[in-house]
């Protein structure tokens, strides 16, 4: 059963921005901690940001000042919004949501529901 649907990614030219999308499930979107993570081909999967239901938020370094998490509970929505995008930014997008743990980038194995993904390709 999925609980968190993805959507906003799609390709852009380095320098652009995308506001990627999880609508997710009510009990989701009341959860301690919510991220969003990514992976690209070849490649082991990286925490990008996350954050609490009170609204503090970790960033991972290589997105530090151009990505912003946000997360609208009564819409239960997360957004990730991406600016100044570079190509090394390519990879399949995915939110999650964790019950417990340190609501951390760095620790991925706290979060037990993951979205489908949405590709976001930065092309140069």
């Known amino acids: 059963q999925v609980q968190a649907v993805e959507s906003g990614g799609g390709s852009v030219q380095a320098g652009g921005s995308l506001r990627l999308s999880c609508a997710a499930s009510?009990?989701?979107?009341?959860?301690?901690?919510m991220g969003w993570f990514r992976q690209a081909p070849g490649k082991e999967r990286e925490g990008v940001a996350t954050?609490?239901?009170?609204?503090?938020?970790n960033y991972g370094d290589s997105v530090k000042g151009r990505f912003t998490i946000s997360r609208d509970n009564d819409k239960n929505t997360l957004y990730l919004q991406m600016n100044s995008l570079k190509p090394d930014d390519t990879a399949m997008y995915y939110c999650?949501?964790?019950?417990?743990?340190?609501?951390?980038?760095?620790?991925?194995?706290?979060?037990?529901?993951w979205g489908q993904g949405t590709q976001v390709t930065v092309s140069s």
């Open positions: 999650a949501a964790a019950s417990r743990g340190y609501c951390n980038p760095n620790y991925s194995s706290d979060f037990a529901m």
């Open positions: 954050i609490t239901l009170n609204g503090f938020t």
């Open positions: 009510i009990y989701t979107s009341r959860t301690y901690c």
